[in-house]
């Protein structure tokens, strides 16, 4: 029998507009034209005045040569520019590329030959780096543009012309075109590399629209937010929130560096109401001084990177922010799950709302499925709180696949799903607990040991700041834990002291066998470095 409803009802452009982000900037500076959309130090400036920056951009970037589909790079921490790129860059067709800062040379002129960079805009402060990247890469035609920053002070200057220029030379009133298709390309980011050449992630403006739709959806964002960038802008596209926030019609608060007394100043000077970080940082923000005021009005704050231990939650928590955990991988455009809290749960005590908290959770507004599965025959496992698999996703914010890199991309989609390579364990009540990354997991003498589960046990130690757990090699058992701690200033503990302490709260055979007492190696987000870890417990006689 015929269906009726696909006579006469075809997709035209009075009812079909593909999807892209971009509309957010046009909508926020039409709706709200003199609402606050940036703060950076001295500078404040509306939404109307930042579309019109962003419009010169797209303008002068056409002029200069850029077509669609090429690829626009910036080295950049958290300031307007970096901002103003995501809307600026896809205006003129072009696919923005915002490489992580420390990365060194070798690495950052492997991304710019790679995805064919055509324009590098620059960050004064990175101007040494980018130089010498450049040195090391083989384009030829690549536009190096300067962004001056006063809150930064003088930099080397080395491109053809400032980030002012460029936009004095375009123009004002351009006129954009959105995306022929939502499936093309706004945004590559790439993967840290630590095992090869990193892997080019590619976003839709599909994607990026969705994402950063769901954050207002399942964080509660009410209009108008006022958005503290503690997360670099250049992972994972700040997750998808330069979009987000000008769906928002929110305040962008820039900050170039992650330091806990600008923190604390900026949440009351400026009314801060949102933030994202890491684990890390919330850890920073717990064991800053005394003397920092602490917030006066709630503050929300998204957590992810690495399972944020409970005892760190239940601290920030005491202080005032609100955490909600996520989870996600730069494949999935950031956090793609999260940890949907339930009103039931106010009445438990804090210990236990902490460990509901760590939990990973459900799928965002975005994402159609999440399963926990065994990797080789993708039979989804048991939801009983217990069953060890790979964690495996699908919908709408997974990638478009890996630039030009297609046996890299088949490898990552298994099954009609998007293999994360994290293990985790289904809880009766639909929420994922990730338990470690697959390359973390501990094998000692054939059971199954979670670095993770370690960590949280340590990061309850009174005398204890940071810590991190990974594999070191043994003749008898295969594996071992090695825990690396990182003490509270002033603190005199014993590695004896650390292992005691493991004793008396976990099973015999998870506790570590050795512990080494240091600063922790971290990347730009906050993630602690493991794969450097793991080359120290290996040198360990």
């Known amino acids: 029998m015929p269906n009726i409803y696909k006579s006469g009802l075809e997709a035209n452009a009075a009812n079909y507009v593909p999807l892209t982000p971009v509309n957010f900037m046009e909508r926020a500076s039409f ?78 002129a492997f991304i710019l030959d790679h995805a064919e960079t055509r324009v590098l805009f620059v960050d004064p402060e990175f101007s040494g780096l980018a130089q010498e990247a450049i040195a090391l890469a083989s384009r030829t035609d690549l536009l190096v543009i300067d962004i001056e920053d006063p809150c930064f002070g003088e930099g080397t200057r080395m491109g053809a012309m ?82 987000t926030i000008a769906a928002n019609a929110g305040v962008n608060v820039c900050l170039r560096a992650v330091r806990d007394s600008s923190i604390f100043h900026l949440i009351r000077d400026e009314g801060v109401t949102h933030f994202c970080g890491a684990p890390i940082v919330l850890n920073m ?26 005892a760190v939650i239940q ?87 890996y630039l030009k890199n297609a046996s890299a991309t088949r490898k990552s989609f298994r099954g009609g799903w998007f293999a994360s390579g994290d293990l985790g364990v289904m809880h009766p009540d639909g929420y994922l607990e990730l338990k470690d990354r697959s390359k973390d997991i501990i094998i000692s003498g054939g059971e199954n040991i ?26 008898k058992w295969g594996e071992t834990p090695c825990a690396f701690v990182t003490l509270k200033a002033g603190r005199d503990v014993s590695p004896d002291d650390i292992i005691r302490f493991c004793r008396a709260n976990m099973a015999g055979f998870k506790i570590p066998k050795t512990v080494i007492f240091g600063p922790l190696p971290k990347t730009s987000t906050g993630k602690i470095q493991k794969f450097v870890l793991r080359e120290t417990a290996r040198a360990v006689p």
């Open 31 to 108: 709706v709200h034209p003199d609402a606050l959309a940036v703060i950076h130090g001295n500078v404040r400036r509306t939404w109307s005045e930042t579309y019109q920056r962003t419009r010169r951009l797209a303008s002068a970037l056409q002029r200069h040569g850029v077509a669609t589909g090429e690829t626009v790079s910036i080295i950049a921490t958290n300031i307007p520019e970096m901002f103003e790129v995501h809307f600026g860059v896809p205006m003129a067709g072009a696919v923005l590329n915002a490489i992580n800062t420390r990365l060194d040379a070798a690495a950052i």
């Open 162 to 243: 400032t980030y002012a220029a460029l936009l004095d030379s375009g123009d004002p009133d351009f006129v954009w075109e959105g995306p022929a298709s939502e499936w093309d390309a706004i945004a590559l980011n790439y993967t840290s590399g630590t095992t090869g050449d990193p892997k080019g992630v590619v976003y839709s403006h599909r994607g990026a629209y969705l994402n950063a739709i769901s954050h207002i959806v399942d964080w509660g964002m009410a209009q108008h937010s006022v958005y503290l960038w503690t997360l670099p802008m250049f992972h994972c596209n700040g997750w998808c929130f330069p979009w």
């Open 450 to 475: 979670s670095s993770v589960e370690i960590e949280n046990v340590l990061y309850q130690h009174p005398d204890v700041l940071e810590a991190a757990v990974v594999a070191r090699p043994d003749d």
């Open 315 to 401: 601290k920030v928590e005491e202080m005032g922010f609100e955490v909600t955990h996520v989870y996600g991988l730069t494949e999935v455009y950031g956090p793609a799950v999260i940890s949907v809290w339930k009103t039931r749960w106010d009445r438990l005590g804090a210990a236990e709302r902490a460990r509901l908290k760590a939990r990973q959770g459900v799928g965002n507004t975005a994402l159609s499925g999440i399963m926990v599965a065994d990797p080789d025959t993708l039979e989804r496992l048991p939801s009983d709180g217990q069953s060890l698999g790979e964690i495996f996703l699908r919908g709408n914010n997974v990638m478009c696949g």
């Open 285 to 310: 923000l717990a064991n800053a001084s005394g003397d920092l005021a602490r917030p006066s009005h709630g503050v929300k704050v998204m957590t992810a990177g690495a399972p944020p231990p409970p």
